[in-house]
């Protein structure tokens, strides 16, 4: 029966896929940037996040359009175009492999399992390429792959939370979500109004 089934949706990069530390991933852009403070660079990173990353995860931009508009705003014109991806696809970390085995017993149980991430076609592709192994091992485990360049929005927006709602019909009082990201949870919360937060499975792995 639907209100008998149980899902849990884990996030990838920071729960499932831990990234390395992004402030030092960070100071390296800003070292390699044409931005003479770090309070400038910071100011240019909200905006390149927002206006080409953000469109870029929703599947809007293709990849060279990102790479323009990305290097332009971060002053990273003068990196070449192997020394931008290399660069922008170092944030993997190695696999939660503790986590992976929780995974291994729920999916043994009969848990419906659900990966869910922000993640554009590029670091895609380059995860299913590059880290073939480490990828398909994490994959399989899970029944659905909601990412967000192929659903056309991304966490916190309202539609992706019901999109997979939707999808996985199970009742929201049996749905665990897993994510590192409090506007993430925020936006799992705010996508089921009439639901006491008591009554929520919501947790945030750091």
């Known amino acids: ?15 499932l896929w831990p990234l390395i530390d992004m402030n030092l991933w960070e ?6 940037s044409r931005w003479p403070t770090r309070d400038e660079f910071e100011t240019a990173k909200k905006i390149a996040y927002r206006v080409a990353l953000e469109p870029f995860e929703r599947g809007e931009k293709t990849a060279g359009e990102f790479q323009i508009l990305f290097q332009g705003i971060l002053g990273l014109e003068h990196l070449d175009a192997a020394t931008f991806w ?13 986590l992976l085995e929780c995974v291994r017993s729920m999916q043994e149980h009969g848990i419906i399992l659900a990966l869910l ?15 073939r192994d480490e990828y398909t091992k994490m994959a399989n485990f899970f029944h659905y792959h909601f990412f967000s360049c192929r659903i056309g929005s991304r966490k916190p927006e309202p539609t ?13 009082t049996n749905m665990y979500y897993l994510d590192d990201h409090q506007p993430n949870i925020s936006g799992m919360a705010a996508a089921i109004p009439a639901m006491p937060p008591e009554n929520m499975h919501l947790y945030r792995i750091d």
């Open 1 to 15: 029966m639907e209100n008998e089934k149980r899902a849990v949706i884990c996030d990838v990069g920071g729960v």
């Open 27 to 32: 100071e390296a852009l800003f070292l390699d």
């Open 86 to 98: 290399r660069l922008y696809m170092e944030i993997l970390g190695e696999i939660n492999m503790p």
């Open 117 to 131: 991430s922000n993640i554009d076609e590029e670091r895609l592709k380059y995860m299913m390429a590059n880290r």
């Open 160 to 172: 992706v939370y019901r999109h997979v709602f939707e999808t996985l019909s199970v009742m929201p």
